[in-house]
């Protein structure tokens, strides 16, 4: 027996380690690409404890350059990740590798004291490292300490112990190899763990080359490293040049063209982050997609995360690329945990408010590129007065909309400033177009008085609208439902005032017209048109309920009110009939209201003859 394998021990993980293994290994990542990202953290994480051991103790040796190597053996079906950081020994081994959340990485910081700014650490919580047994049946580990002559291997596979035993390593730092599992053989690709490496770890701090068996360096023997090694987001503002910011704007989103505003910011307190977001021109293509997926990508000290967290930013500014880089999250934690987490809370809070400022200001200092930007965003941007939260007043700051009296879009204030009225509302008509609603019926009464209007063409509008309510204090007021008031004692005497003959015909409609419509009125909103159609108070909006119907929306089939101009000269025509022609002729009010309203009918071609007979007689 040589001393070597006197030497080699073997030992049991600790108490419920093997359980927590199991975990790790099958339940914490949502990606089995992780592990690379772990280890390389790992990697970069002894890198930079040798580089400040080396700048804080004269004794210890300077390494010129720090780097990151990973070697893929498709033959041997192994993965080799090695670097030439602090490295281990004996003691380290037993401690860092044998336990769980057992974090050499946190144990440094702590020795470090007051001192810790200094040094760039990425993992705090040691559960990394075993993500390896998610594509590995076996782990090897060679290490050497910086300051140690001795060097040991460590052995595992990952079912409840490992051994630990001198070995022959050449060089200071760690190198991890892993025996690839038979069904995880894509990670045996130089090409995919290129990808992984990109996606993950391209801002680590040193370089990362990734070599296989196949290949040739050219002839200068140089080789290519595959992480950029240098984060944007954490520059200093002022040595960064608005072509790196427009570079990098591309290179993280889907967008070829310039940022409309670039926003980067640092954040110091109770959660500290870094933020690099951008307001962007133009339209992505899925910004309307189901899923409505945000393009933040969030960052722990330089490592990727995940680009696919909800909670980082409101659905409705999805549009907003960028990144988030914080120190004040583990690396380890799921992306399930993460949507919950109290962290991310905070921060996608503080963000929101920025980004929300950011656009209240492009709108005061530069309003053209605010129309621009409103006009392919705004409607985006009101889903958030949809949700419950915070931010309604700060999304009204800036919120504008067409309107009756104004050629320019105008806001909630300037509605309240220079179009207030008694009755503290806010008339709104939808529909789908502007030119449609200024000439439709229900317009008719608001512009002969010069009443301003909201014509709301976004759908979104007609979701929050009714549910808002208010704006300060005045309320939001459908035109097209229930009665009009606007405090003339002429029109509230319209109706009552109304000859015996006029009344009778609209009894007669009611009785008629029953299957049809829920109820006749005398109109007070039509001038010139014969008849319209309008919702009870408290039914749905009309515009609303046919895009919900459009969406296959489950709606009640509640009837509409058939409001009739009296003194119109078709409805005098028909008034004027006998009791059998008005049978025949009266339903050309309801569908002529029908046609103002854009709907097809049942019967055109009926309605067409009626029309024609009806001018003949």
Known sequence: ??????????????????????????????????????????????????????????????????????????????????????????KDMQTNLGTIAKSGTEDFIKKLGDKKGDVNQIGK???????????????????????????????????????????????????????IKKDEKEFLSKYRIEEIVKKYSDFVPFPIFVTSEDDKKDKEGKEEQVNSAEAIWLKDKTKIKDEEYKSFYNQTSTYYDEPLKTIHFKAEGVVN??????????????????????????????????????????????????????????LNISREILQNNAVINKISTAITKRILKEISDLKKKQPEDFLAFWKNFGPVIKEGLYEFNDFHDQIFEFSIFHCSEKDEMISLDQYISDYANDKKKIYYISGENKENLLNSPQMELFKNKKINVLLITDPVDEFWMPMKMKFKEYDFTSITKGEVDLGDSKDDKKETEQPKESKDFITYLKDHLKDKVKDVKVSKRLTTS????????????????????????????????????????????????????????????????????????????????????????
Request: aromatic share 8%; with cysteine.
């Open 1 to 90: 027996m040589t001393k070597q394998q006197a030497e080699k021990k073997t030992v049991k993980f600790e108490t419920e380690v093997s359980k927590l293994l199991d975990i790790v290994a099958n339940s914490l990542y949502t990606e089995k690409e992780i592990f690379l990202r772990e280890l390389i953290s790992n990697a970069s994480d002894a890198c930079e404890k040798l580089r400040y051991v080396s700048q804080t103790d004269n004794n210890v040796k300077k390494i010129d350059k720090f780097e990151i190597r990973i070697h893929v053996n498709e033959k041997n079906k192994t993965i080799t990740i090695q670097d030439n950081g602090i490295g281990m020994d004996q």
């Open 125 to 179: 919580f040691g559960v990394g490292f075993y993500s390896s047994f998610m594509v590995a049946d076996q782990v090897v580990v060679r290490s050497k300490k910086y300051d140690s002559s001795s060097s040991y291997l460590w052995t595992s596979d990952g079912k409840g112990t490992f051994s630990i035993e001198p070995t022959t390593f050449d060089f200071s730092g760690t190198e991890i190899i892993l025996s």
């Open 273 to 330: 982050y870094t933020a690099l977001l951008y307001l962007p021109k133009s339209q992505p293509q899925d910004l309307y997609h189901p899923d409505r997926k945000n393009k933040l990508k969030l960052y722990v000290n330089k490592v990727f995360i995940s680009d696919k967290l909800e909670s980082l930013i409101p659905a409705w500014l999805r549009f907003i690329p960028g990144v988030v880089d914080t120190e004040d999250l583990s």
């Open 530 to 617: 014969a008849s319209c159609l309008v919702a009870d108070e408290n039914d749905m909006d009309m515009h609303l309920k046919k895009l919900m119907a459009a969406n296959n929306q489950n709606i009640s089939d509640e009837k509409r009110i058939l409001e009739i101009n009296i003194n119109h000269s078709l409805v005098s025509k028909v008034m004027s009939l006998d009791k059998s022609s008005k049978d025949k002729f009266s339903e050309i009010l309801y569908d002529h209201a029908k046609l103002m309203e854009g709907e097809n009918l049942d019967d055109p071609k009926k309605y067409t003859n009626l029309i024609s007979e009806l001018v003949s007689l």
